[in-house]
């Protein structure tokens, strides 16, 4: 399930040439899964509380076509269940016109934050703590 977010560019997020600077591509992306935790019943303070959290391994991006000042966006994201220790957050940045502006892939683990490492098996965890599940692909 494709789960995404509204974000309008704002002009301090810009660079020299006037486009949306390379590392807000990535905090647009942390915005969206954030959200999308939400929504799924499992934000951050409750990740905490329980003795995890998701933990960024590798980025790739995408960059497609460039966005600007006021441009009106939108953040999607998607769950990639691996087997072992890891998954992938799929983002996709899309103008309302329907271009892409950028791809973001993510590989990402889920840390035990007493333990400080990664979790066996982080769907089942996942599904464990979340309120809606099937938000998160599970």
């Given at each position: 399930?494709?789960?995404?977010?509204?974000?309008?560019?704002?002009?301090?997020?810009?660079?020299?040439?006037?486009?949306?600077?390379?590392?807000?591509?990535?905090?647009?992306?942390?915005?969206?899964?954030?959200?999308?935790?939400?929504?799924?019943?499992?934000?951050?303070?409750?990740?905490?509380?329980?003795?995890?959290?998701?933990?960024?391994?590798?980025?790739?991006?995408?960059?497609?076509?460039?966005?600007?000042?006021?441009?009106?966006?939108?953040?999607?994201?998607?769950?990639?269940?691996?087997?072992?220790?890891?998954?992938?957050?799929?983002?996709?940045?899309?103008?309302?016109d329907?271009?892409?502006?950028?791809?973001?892939?993510?590989?990402?683990?889920?840390?035990?934050?007493?333990?400080r490492?990664?979790?066996?098996?982080?769907?089942?965890?996942?599904?464990?703590l979340?309120?809606?599940?099937?938000?998160?692909?599970?």
């Amino acid at each position: 399930m494709t789960f995404s977010v509204p974000i309008v560019v704002r002009g301090y997020e810009l660079d020299t040439q006037g486009h949306l600077n390379q590392a807000v591509y990535l905090q647009y992306a942390e915005h969206a899964r954030w959200e999308l935790m939400r929504a799924a019943g499992a934000p951050q303070e409750k990740l905490v509380a329980s003795g995890v959290g998701p933990v960024v391994l590798e980025t790739t991006i995408k960059y497609l076509r460039e966005l600007r000042g006021g441009d009106e966006v939108t953040v999607s994201v998607d769950f990639e269940w691996l087997t072992g220790k890891t998954f992938v957050f799929r983002h996709e940045i899309r103008k309302l016109d329907g271009t892409v502006a950028a791809e973001i892939s993510t590989i990402t683990g889920l840390l035990d934050l007493t333990a400080r490492k990664l979790v066996a098996a982080p769907g089942e965890r996942f599904a464990e703590l979340a309120e809606r599940p099937d938000l998160l692909g599970l």
